[in-house]
């Protein structure tokens, strides 16, 4: 009984349905589990338990919000994982272009069926609202989906790493093929030595030349201008390549952007926000 109740809080645990669990005896002769491999320890199946993963539950959607976001009929908010959707008119804000599409595509697609959830390593956001994963009874990655026809872009946010591969490979299907806010002027690159005080609203893809790097420690700087730079947080380098590989390249970053002193900045999370260009 014990060993089957660790294995449910195990699967409980964000992204670990998908990783291998380890399983071994301390010199007492109890057992322990653990996503990382550790002395004498074995890979256990699921299938031994008898167990479903987490996420198995299919709920119905009461309302759907915006393209990335909805309830759940037991009031529970979604925020969708790994992705974002230009905005829909709210309070006094404009729709962002292409905002509507991605809401009716996802009100067409959840109409007559249910969904089930797969969180991510993080439960909600600060905003309360549970991050996962939407599939459908009929194993539509729903998600994936919204990328691969241009109707989002991807959104990494780590330790939020679930699907990162499959979501940047369908992102990168989507734009080459310009659709959905591929195709859009609204969504074109702008050159960022061109950025001014105003600034841009929404999401935005700069490009420009890194002219110089800068390391405080906490984060590394590509500066592009003395009024631009792209910002990357140190405990998230390990998912880059060499940063210094950037400097004196075209480089293109997408992400929104921030101001400080009359200075912009822009917070790259994943790699998947910047790419360089060919010269």
Do not use: C
Request: aromatic fraction near 8%; hydrophobic fraction near 40%; avoid cysteine.
């Amino acid at each position: 009984m014990k060993i089957r109740i660790l294995w449910i809080l195990l699967l409980s645990l964000s992204g670990w349905a998908h990783a291998e669990i380890y399983q071994w005896q301390d010199a007492d002769g109890r057992k322990h589990f653990s996503d990382r491999p550790v002395a004498d320890a074995k890979v256990i199946d699921e299938k031994i338990l008898d167990i479903k993963p987490a996420g198995h539950e299919f709920f119905r959607v009461k309302t759907v919000y915006d393209g990335d976001t909805v309830v759940l009929e037991d009031g529970r908010r979604i925020r969708l994982l790994g992705i974002n959707t230009p905005e829909i008119r709210h309070r006094d804000k404009p729709a962002d272009a292409g905002g509507y599409e991605a809401k009716r595509w996802l009100v067409d697609k959840l109409q007559d069926t249910k969904v089930r959830l797969e969180a991510g390593a993080e439960k909600t956001d600060d905003y309360g609202r549970m991050l996962a994963h939407l599939f459908t009874e009929n194993k539509e990655h729903i998600n994936l989906q919204l990328v691969a026809a241009g109707l989002a872009s991807v959104s990494i946010f780590p330790p939020n790493l679930l699907y990162e591969s499959e979501l940047v490979q369908a992102q990168e299907k989507a734009e080459r093929a310009k659709l959905g806010i591929w195709g859009r002027p609204e969504y074109a690159t702008m050159p960022a030595a061109g950025l001014t005080e105003a600034g841009h609203p929404g999401w935005t893809r700069l490009v420009g030349k890194v002219v110089d790097i800068r390391n405080t420690g906490k984060s590394v700087y590509l500066k592009f201008s003395d009024m631009f730079d792209a910002r990357i947080q140190s405990q998230w380098l390990d998912l880059f390549p060499d940063v210094n590989d950037y400097l004196g390249k075209n480089v293109e970053v997408r992400g929104w952007l921030n101001k400080n002193k009359g200075h912009w900045t822009m917070l790259i999370r994943h790699p998947s926000s910047i790419k360089r260009l060919s010269e």
